[in-house]
Nanobody, 122 residues
Framework: QVQLVESGGGSVQAGGSLRLSCAASGRTFSTYGWFRQAPGKDREFVASIRGSGASTYYTDSVKGRFTISRDNAKNTAYLQMNSLKPEDTAVYYC?????????????????WGQGTQVTVSS
């Protein structure tokens, strides 16, 4: 059975940091993505990583602050979030796909985690 389990969410003050983890079980994946959904807003792409990790992609609002990475030996992806802002407050979801193309949309992925809450206070 394939599962993605996120961890690392929580509450932090503006300027702080959190690291989210996404542990996959059941198979390996070529591509991982992180998405987020704030209250009253649509779910949006945050970051993705393909293959060995050399190819990473970010939405403009997190560039320079967030870093996506992966540890293939642990079958785990990470999202390091620094300089957090109140507008980063959302439920963050991990997603994984078997292939390596089309990785910006929620529907591009094959599996999704249950989400983890990130709250940034001012």
């Amino acid at each position: 059975q394939v599962q993605l389990v996120e961890s690392g969410g929580g509450s932090v003050q503006a300027g702080g940091s959190l690291r989210l983890s996404c542990a996959a079980s059941g198979r390996t994946f070529s591509t991982y993505g992180w998405f987020r959904q704030a209250p009253g807003k649509d779910r949006e792409f945050v970051a993705s990583i393909r293959g060995s990790g050399a190819s990473t992609y970010y939405t403009d609002s997190v560039k320079g602050r967030f870093t996506i990475s992966r540890d293939n030996a642990k079958n785990t992806a990470y999202l390091q979030m620094n300089s957090l802002k109140p507008e980063d407050t959302a439920v963050y979801y991990c997603a994984a796909k078997i292939g390596s193309t089309d990785h910006y949309r929620w529907a591009d992925y094959n599996y999704w985690g249950q989400g983890t809450q990130v709250t940034v206070s001012s």
